[in-house]
């Protein structure tokens, strides 16, 4: 499975970015991180600009999960068990959504499989960026039987 991460900004510090690596290089499946960047100084617009960008990025075919902290809250087994279903349906990628400073465009969350929350707690979204790609890792986990995951 393939997961396909967009992700409004850079990532700018080096040791959130070195986390982020080291999970992405764990994972025997392909993650690709896109960053969205939009050029706007006016947030409405800018928070457009961004999910305009997302959607055009995203893939039609591909399950599409939207970050933000208004969606579902999940274990890490639901989260283990909803990407192994859409593997076991032939999903081949994965899409995911992360906002930026003023969150996800409503079309962004309107097309989504699945609006996931990481927590009620708003995050940067450096910091967003490596809890997913940590419970992506330990989803997989999960799946084949390994035992990083603890219950």
Same mark, same amino acid.
């Given at each position: 499975?393939?997961c396909l991460l967009l992700a409004v900004g850079r990532c700018?510090?080096?040791?959130?970015?070195?986390?982020?690596?080291?999970?992405?290089?764990?994972?025997?499946?392909?993650?690709?991180?896109?960053?969205?960047?939009?050029?706007?100084?006016?947030?409405?617009?800018?928070?457009?600009?961004?999910? #305009? %960008?997302? /959607?055009?990025?995203? *893939?039609?075919?591909?399950?599409?999960?939207?970050?933000?902290? @208004?969606? +579902? $809250?999940?274990?890490?087994?639901?989260?283990?068990?909803?990407?192994?279903?859409?593997?076991?349906?032939?999903?081949?990628?994965?899409?995911?959504?992360?906002?930026?400073?003023?969150?996800?465009?409503?079309?962004?969350?309107? #097309? %989504?499989? /699945?609006?996931?929350? *990481?927590?009620?707690?708003?995050?940067?979204?450096?910091?967003? @960026?490596? +809890? $997913?790609?940590?419970?992506?890792?330990?989803?997989?986990?999960?799946?084949?039987?390994?035992?990083?995951?603890r219950e």
């Amino acid at each position: 499975m393939r997961c396909l991460l967009l992700a409004v900004g850079r990532c700018r510090d080096p040791a959130l970015g070195e986390l982020i690596t080291r999970y992405v290089d764990r994972l025997p499946w392909p993650v690709e991180i896109r960053e969205i960047e939009a050029r706007s100084v006016d947030p409405v617009r800018r928070r457009a600009e961004e999910g #305009r %960008a997302i /959607l055009a990025a995203s *893939l039609p075919e591909a399950p599409f999960v939207a970050l933000d902290e @208004r969606g +579902v $809250l999940l274990s890490s087994r639901a989260f283990a068990e909803r990407l192994g279903r859409w593997r076991e349906e032939g999903r081949r990628t994965v899409v995911f959504a992360i906002g930026g400073a003023e969150g996800l465009d409503p079309a962004v969350r309107e #097309r %989504a499989d /699945l609006v996931l929350a *990481l927590g009620r707690l708003t995050l940067p979204h450096e910091l967003a @960026r490596l +809890v $997913l790609v940590e419970q992506i890792y330990r989803a997989y986990s999960i799946l084949v039987g390994h035992p990083y995951h603890r219950e």
